[in-house]
């Protein structure tokens, strides 16, 4: 594709209500990174895969927060049970797997937990 | 303490002006620095990268490090409304880790 892609641009949940959050790489890209931003936060780390290995899970705020990636391709970020505090927009980021390589970013997923 | 530090903002000038945004890191092996920026609604995008100390130019817009004293700036001449973003700093992986790390971003708005 173009770019990053991710989706739903804008989800509005209830609390305790799971959600689950998409995202399609730039083909051919296999690192893959989930980060969190917060209103008038930086980017904060949560999940990194990389083509076949075991992810870096060591962002993840709690257990609540799950993440996968089927084909090397397609991610899913999973959130359970949310949590007001879970509101923020989830960016996706996509690269070739080279040290301090540049990032592709998606336009995130704006999340409302009510 | 947070591996980059930057300046909160927001900041606000009118046209023409110059415009320096500033970060600061804390582990010293530290040797490529990257600028990302980021409009309202959409992803951050790499603007600059500078290896090392010293001064890194493209058109209007100047990456500087300085090692001494774990500094690093951005600098936008003829600064215009089209600039008005957030712009975050980025550092390294450190450790075992593979992912950059960001600053807090600054909210930059460029007065027409």
């Known amino acids: 594709g173009a770019g990053v892609s991710q989706s739903p641009s804008n989800k509005v949940t209830e609390k305790g209500k799971d959600v689950e959050l998409r995202c399609d790489p730039i083909s051919g890209h296999t690192a893959l990174y989930w980060y969190r931003q917060s209103l008038g936060q930086g980017l904060e780390f949560l999940i990194y895969f990389q083509g076949n290995s075991a992810p870096d899970k060591s962002g993840l705020p709690s257990d609540r927060f799950s993440a996968e990636r089927t084909g090397g391709s397609v991610s899913t970020l999973t959130i359970q049970r949310t949590q007001q505090e879970d509101s923020a927009v989830y960016l996706c980021?996509?690269?070739?797997?080279?040290?301090?390589?540049?990032?592709?970013f998606g336009s995130g997923t704006q999340l409302s937990v009510l | 303490q947070k591996e980059v530090e930057q300046d909160p903002g927001p900041l606000s000038v009118p046209e023409g002006a110059i415009v320096s945004l500033n970060c600061t890191y804390s582990n010293s092996a530290f040797q490529y620095f990257m600028w990302y920026r980021q409009y309202s609604r959409k992803g951050p995008e790499l603007l600059m990268y500078t290896y090392s100390s010293g001064n890194k130019e493209d058109g209007r817009f100047t990456a500087q490090v300085d090692k001494s004293s774990k500094y690093i700036s951005l600098f936008i001449r003829d600064s215009q409304p089209s600039d008005s973003a957030t712009y975050l700093c980025a550092t390294p992986p450190s450790g075992s880790a593979r992912q950059l790390t960001f600053g807090s971003g600054t909210q930059l708005t460029v007065l027409p």
């Open positions: 980021a996509s690269g070739r797997g080279s040290p301090n390589e540049k990032l592709f």
